[in-house]
């Protein structure tokens, strides 16, 4: 299967955000991902955030990219989180605009790894960590894989424990929409 998104060029867009305010890392990110990827970025100048619950943890993200095979977003707090990474039928690249995370993992239980501005990390198809944002972090995530499985773990909390009829609504909506632009206009899976 070919994919759309380049994973070093993508690691470059996001380097070029780093450093700066909210608002202008957005813009330079959503804007560098049109440039390189202008048939498949929604780069429309009303950004929708909405909030994800995902395995405990509370979030907030936008999504720039949707398709059954990948995704690309913008997804960060500013007061921080934790919870679970969930095991997943794809690969999730995460690469950290601003702020820190800490990850932690069965097989190496002592010991914190930290994720800085700059860095790209990558959780693997089927593997499962714990992590925590102590404060204020943004990056830009980027998935890989068979990106419906997935359904029922993000839209977990959001049916059975937020019970947010309103989120799930607007998250599948503009999965919905995104998704079939891709599959309809540019053909792609």
């Given at each position: ?104 993992r069965q097989d190496r239980c002592g010991e914190r790894q930290a994720v800085r ?73």
């Amino acid at each position: 299967m070919s994919y759309v998104f380049d994973i070093e060029k993508l690691h470059a867009i996001a380097l070029q955000g780093m450093g700066k305010t909210h608002d202008e890392m957005v813009r330079i990110v959503v804007e560098e991902s049109a440039r390189a990827y202008p048939d498949h970025i929604d780069a429309g100048s009303k950004r929708r955030w909405l909030f994800s619950l995902t395995a405990g943890a509370t979030g907030i993200m936008t999504i720039l990219h949707a398709s059954f095979s990948e995704y690309l977003i913008i997804f960060g707090t500013p007061v921080g989180t934790e919870g679970f990474s969930g095991r997943y039928r794809m690969d999730i690249h995460d690469f950290l605009l601003a702020g820190e995370i800490w990850t932690y993992r069965q097989d190496r239980c002592g010991e914190r790894q930290a994720v800085r501005p700059g860095d790209h990390t990558v959780l693997e198809h089927g593997t499962v960590n714990g992590f925590k944002i102590p404060e204020s972090a943004w990056m830009l995530e980027y998935g890989r894989g068979i990106i419906p499985s997935a359904f029922p773990l993000i839209l977990g909390d959001v049916v059975f424990s937020a019970v947010d009829g309103t989120t799930l609504v607007e998250t599948i909506w503009i999965y919905a929409k995104m998704a079939l632009r891709e599959l309809l206009v540019n053909r792609k899976f």
